[in-house]
């Protein structure tokens, strides 16, 4: 294991130039590969609508307060397998047990309810199953955070910034091919299991999300070499108390460059949305097409979904494999060497992307009120994968760039021997916090409509949040403009 000691950093700029190296294909491939494991798992579990967005919201929480803390702790963490693997492994073995949990919430409910209660009520039994579903959801957004945390902040600490567009975009292509995949599985299992119904389609669903989380993960163990930091800030944080590692969050988000305390708020803004969409667009358009298609049968919902999402997922791999090259081809045109690649008009064509992907989304969800047909409003949530694609590539490459990293340790940077997993931390807030008003926000229009018996509740959910892909549009194009005046 390679020990560089972060001291040295603002003194050795000689020493930090032979540190700049290209780091191999392959190595991105493997750490990016983890991306694409945790994809796989989210299936809705049929509880009432409002319900089911504040228990989901139950993730983000953790992601407030779980993840920067796991963050904090992990840049001071001296293990011999290095700073993130520790969490990477418990991470992979908690979310694991949690998936599994989750998939046979409705066996251990009914046998809490027979064995421990000695009840044959249905209704007592289904709540058994919920509640024990809900404790299942709990665990794996607490679980998952760990797994989240040391993949994101792998990434930064392995690769160089001038490839941290790279490394983010691959990032985003094995997402892809893991959603994809859980899709594609999807839609055979509900195809094929009409009579065992979707008890066996979430478990199988479980199960291949567990293989690729626990290969994903091993092959990083295994072959990713992470050096071990041994810096002056671990002697003066170890011990910290939580109101000063939160203390340390807030003084790290103060020193942060104006254009990545921009990328912050263009998230938190943009998540309002983000959160409405990837909760309620599959349901929305499957109470579509029970209403558009004469005879449709209920159990046919489950398949319209997965198409639904099929499609979707399509569309956002298709993009995640143009629009980098796209970007890349401009960039190497305009920017030829690696500096200029670095430069602040190179991060101006990623906010002006970033920006116009964010109003095609807002116009895709608008639209949603002048059609009700389900093959229209398919296409409208097919096309925002394009966004989908964007949103999951372009922050977390400027977040990249922008934070120095252990591999490039620059002297004159803003951010000299600042924490990636601390960055990656805030990152996640910035995530996680507009999920908890969006569910909020949600559960509340949902509840509105039912008493005014709206039909359709969910589409005017996805409207609502065309509101905030707009303004986080307008001030993504607001950053990018001074960033392509500097």
């Not at 700073?83 to 991470?91: D, F, H, M, S």
């Not at 859980?182 to 199960?207: H, I, N, P, S, Y």
């Not at 602040?344 to 807002?362: E, H, I, P, R, Y």
């Amino acid at each position: 294991m390679e020990i560089i000691p972060l001291d040295d950093a603002g003194d050795n700029t000689e020493k930090c130039s032979e540190v700049i190296e290209d780091v191999p294909l392959l190595t991105i491939l493997t750490i990016s590969s983890g991306l694409g494991g945790p994809q796989i798992y989210l299936k809705a579990l049929g509880m009432p609508d409002a319900l089911t967005a504040l228990l989901w919201a139950t993730p983000a929480i953790g992601g407030c307060i779980i993840q920067p803390l796991i963050g904090a702790r992990s840049d001071t963490c001296n293990h011999r397998w290095g700073r993130r693997k520790p969490y990477l492994a418990v991470g992979s073995v908690a979310t694991t047990c949690a998936v599994l949990t989750l998939a046979w919430a409705d066996s251990v409910g009914r046998l809490v309810a027979y064995g421990f209660f000695s009840t044959t009520s249905i209704e007592e039994v289904r709540f058994a199953t919920l509640i024990f579903a809900a404790i299942s959801v709990i665990m794996l957004g607490i679980a998952v955070q760990p797994l989240q945390c040391a993949l994101r902040t792998l990434v930064l600490d392995v690769c160089p910034i001038h490839q941290q567009v790279q490394a983010q975009a691959w990032g985003v292509r094995f997402s892809g091919v893991g959603q994809l995949a859980g899709c594609a599985t999807g839609l055979m299992l509900v195809q094929g299991t009409k009579d065992t119904g979707e008890t066996f389609t979430f478990r199988a669903m479980a199960g291949i999300a567990v293989l690729a989380v626990t290969g994903t993960t091993a092959a990083i163990m295994l072959t990713i070499r992470e050096p071990v930091f041994v810096p002056a800030v671990q002697r003066k944080t170890r011990g910290r108390g939580l109101c000063q590692i939160f203390g340390g969050l807030m003084k790290t988000y103060q020193e942060c460059p104006v254009v990545l305390q921009s990328v912050f708020t263009i998230q938190f803004i943009a998540w309002m949305g983000w959160f409405t969409f990837l909760f309620y667009s599959t349901s929305y358009t499957t109470e579509l097409y029970l209403a558009d298609t004469i005879n449709s049968e209920q159990r046919l919902s489950g398949f319209v979904a997965s198409l639904v999402s099929y499609a979707y997922s399509c569309v956002g791999l298709a993009a995640s494999v143009i629009l980098p090259l796209v970007v890349r081809t401009f960039q190497s045109r305009h920017y030829s060497r690696v500096r200029d690649r670095n430069s602040d008009a190179s991060n101006a064509t990623l906010l002006g992307v970033w920006s116009l992907s964010l109003l095609l989304s807002s116009i895709l969800m608008s639209m949603t009120t002048l059609t009700t047909s389900f093959g229209r409003t398919v296409c409208l949530m097919a096309a925002n994968g394009v966004s989908w694609a964007v949103a999951n590539w372009i922050p977390f490459a400027l977040v990249g760039k922008l934070t120095p990293t252990p591999a490039v340790l620059l002297g004159d940077s803003e951010l000299k021997g600042q924490p990636n997993g601390s960055m990656i931390g805030l990152h996640n807030v910035a995530i996680s916090a507009p999920q908890i008003l969006a569910a909020g926000l949600s559960s509340g229009i949902l509840w509105l409509a039912h008493r005014l018996d709206a039909s359709q509740a969910e589409g005017w959910a996805l409207r609502a949040g065309a509101v905030f892909y707009l303004a986080a549009a307008c001030v993504a194009y607001q950053t990018a403009r001074k960033c392509g005046r500097s």
